[in-house]
């Protein structure tokens, strides 16, 4: 048999990782600054994490949500401490398009609406709703085309008013992540936040706050969407909140009451789950990662901004996105193949970063070195250019 092939992919194989480096079968080494997509939160193989893992395998790993589980109890807690949501409730799952599947569907169940507002370049998942609600047609099977996602132009409050106006009484749940991920490092406005908030409350509609990639911390706070500091009624979450072990969750306001079975699943929030989640919050709090995030963050984009061939540095934390003119397409296959370096992207030329929040300050230099060095060997071949 072979993999049903769905991923262009580099040819490079991992086979051992810690902190923010990678290494290849081979042995090269790696800075990691894409993060496996925003996942490695807490690093790559952290000891105690390991460590937790592998006591509560020789435990047991999983048995089905018809027992009590206290590890799901001990998570919650801790989540709504770090959090800062005390009074949510949380529900675990599996992936962050699940938590957004079952966040659109709760906000249905709640005010028995339909209609759901989504923004321009925004990515939610690939499951039914979460990938209606998804501003990429390509990935929208006929199956999943539905006239209740009414996509809107993002940070447009203007827009945004005339949609609540236009469909009074209809609108069941407005989905926003904080900050873009996909879409190419795009901030959603403090006013644009406390906009929807304002017009959610007015009009009895669910306020969810995708947090599955900026989110967990990433952004320097736990949840990108605090800045505005408005609170949502489901954050969802899911990517750096298992370090790589696929864990998901909700979390959601104590107005929105749980009836059984109205939510359900089979793995998720299982023993070995909640064992990862634990000990990456564990690690978050111990070794003030969020904090981390933000000073380092703070650094990288300060220095960025030096490079005046990087345009529109943009992010919060280690959720950074800049443009790289058209001279610089070849940016990050460069920093893979010349500096190895992994990074992320968005197209159009975006380059995105997203290590681990452990990242420390001499990664962050071996990073602006090699970007240097590249924008430096453009300069020289513009000189040559110019001579011959
Ligand atoms: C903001 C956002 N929401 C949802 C998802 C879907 O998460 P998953 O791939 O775990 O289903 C992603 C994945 O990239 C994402 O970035």
């Not at 990935?139 to 209740?148: K, L, Q, R, S």
Request: hydrophobic residues 40%.
């Amino acid at each position: 048999m072979k993999l049903f092939d769905v991923y262009p992919l580099n040819s490079i194989t991992i086979t051992k990782a810690k902190g923010s480096y990678v290494w290849d079968n081979e042995g090269q080494q790696y800075l990691d600054m894409y993060g496996g997509h925003a996942v490695i939160s807490i690093g790559h193989t952290h000891p105690h994490y390991v460590q937790r893992i592998t006591d509560q395998l020789n435990k047991i790993g999983f048995y089905s949500n018809s027992i009590k589980i206290p590890l799901q109890e001990e998570l919650a807690k801790k989540l709504g401490k770090i959090s800062g949501k005390e009074d949510y409730h949380l529900f675990l799952c599996n992936s962050g398009a699940e938590a957004n599947e079952n966040a659109l569907k709760l906000a249905s169940f709640y005010n028995g609406r339909k209609k759901i507002i989504a923004f321009k370049k925004s990515f939610h998942g690939r499951t039914s709703l979460a990938v209606a609600a998804t501003d990429n047609p390509t990935i929208v099977a006929p199956v999943n085309e539905t006239d209740n996602v009414i996509f809107l132009p993002f940070n447009d409050e203007a827009a945004l008013q005339e949609c609540f106006a236009k469909n009074e009484n209809e609108i069941s749940s407005v989905i926003i992540e904080g900050i873009q991920g996909v879409g190419g490092i795009n901030e959603a406005s403090v006013s644009f936040l406390q906009l929807i908030r304002k017009l959610c409350t007015e009009n009895v509609a669910v306020f969810i706050a995708d947090s599955v990639q900026c989110g967990y911390g990433r952004s320097g706070k736990f949840f990108s969407h605090d800045y505005a500091g408005v609170n949502a009624d489901i954050y969802t979450m899911a990517k750096g909140m298992g370090n790589g072990f696929p864990v998901a969750g909700i979390i959601i306001a104590p107005k929105i009451q749980a009836k059984h079975f109205m939510l359900g699943t089979t793995f998720g929030g299982n023993h070995l789950a909640c064992a990862a989640a634990l000990a990456v919050l564990e690690v978050i709090e111990n070794e003030k990662l969020m904090e981390n995030a933000q000073q380092i963050g703070n650094y990288l984009q300060t220095e960025l901004k030096k490079i005046p061939q990087l345009k529109n540095v943009r992010g919060k934390g280690l959720m950074i996105g800049f443009d790289v003119p058209e001279e610089l397409k070849d940016l990050r296959k460069n920093l893979l193949f010349n500096h190895h370096i992994f990074t992320g992207e968005a197209k159009p030329n975006v380059i995105r970063l997203l290590p681990s929040l452990s990242l420390r300050k001499k990664d962050a230099d071996q990073f602006l070195e090699a970007v240097n060095e590249e924008v430096e060997a453009l300069a020289l071949k513009g000189i040559e250019k110019i001579n011959n």
